[in-house]
């Protein structure tokens, strides 16, 4: 009789054990995942912004980023949205867009995809003065970041929303804004030394390039040709020729992965050179990405 009773409080206080130890686990786990939860979560739509928020967050533990592009797909200009694409938004507390209608072509179904989903436009502070309209159209072309002074602004701007949507690290975007700012600053100046009282003159044959004129005493003639994508047609390429030679052109702007079959054309009739720049669209997961493709844009037209 002593031994049953004996077996049957050992089996008891084995099961009570074993409850006991599932209990602590299960609890374990749901306080990972509530961790996990609380990040905040910010996803950008490609790698110009992506390269931006990397710097607002720095030294942030509880924000988590993530770029809805790959980083080397180029421009969100003409891209189509994969599902694979949302479902990177799934999470998100917030979606960081350069605007100006980069985007537009994809954002509705974003927004209906996720309705609650903020959206913050970091092109916001930039006023119609400081953009470039396209040419016979209404339109204003988006590929500010090229220029530095255009970009400081998107900086602020993204900075300003996240410290309001997310104020339990205000004072942290803040700082990373303020240290950001003045590495941008120290570029500026970097521009305007090396091209101090020097005029460059240029035709560019990439959208993406044409606010890359406000970084330095550029006289930039811009061809609209969708990021290099199309033949200029005869009449065209013989206006620019003769333009070229009319007021001693000698540089022809692309971007660095361009085909350089217009620019091929314009440089055997005027005898200019071509130079291939960074139009930033894509590049390493570096903070210093942004300024380091910017030293190196410095780097080539420095001997022009
Ligand atoms: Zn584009």
Known sequence: MKSKILKYSVIVIVLILIIFLVMIFTQNKTQETNLQDEKYHIVTSFYPNYILA??????????????????????????????TDLKKLEN???FIINGLGLEDHLINRVTKTYPSLKVIDASSNIIKEELIKEENSEE??????????????????????????????SGKYEENK??????????????????ENQTLKAVSLNESLEYFKQNLNLSLISIATDHEESTLSGEKMGEVIDKMKQEEIKVVI??????????????????????????GLEGKEDLDSYLDIMRENLEVLKNS
């Open 92 to 94: 998100a507390d917030v």
């Open 178 to 195: 303020e240290k950001y700012l003045a590495k941008l600053d120290e570029l500026k100046k970097e521009y305007e030394e090396t091209f």
């Open 140 to 169: 204003v072309n988006p590929h500010v970041w090229t220029s530095i002074t255009l970009y400081q602004k998107q900086v602020e701007a993204v900075a300003d929303f996240l410290k309001e949507l997310n104020p339990e690290n």
């Open 254 to 279: 692309i971007d660095k992965e361009d085909n350089d079959k217009n620019a091929q054309t314009l440089i055997k009739e005027t005898e200019a050179k071509i130079k291939r720049l960074n139009s």
């Open 54 to 83: 990397l710097n607002l967050i720095e030294g942030i533990e509880n924000v988590q980023l993530t770029n809805m592009l790959d980083t080397n797909v180029g421009c969100i200009h003409d891209y189509t949205l994969t599902t």
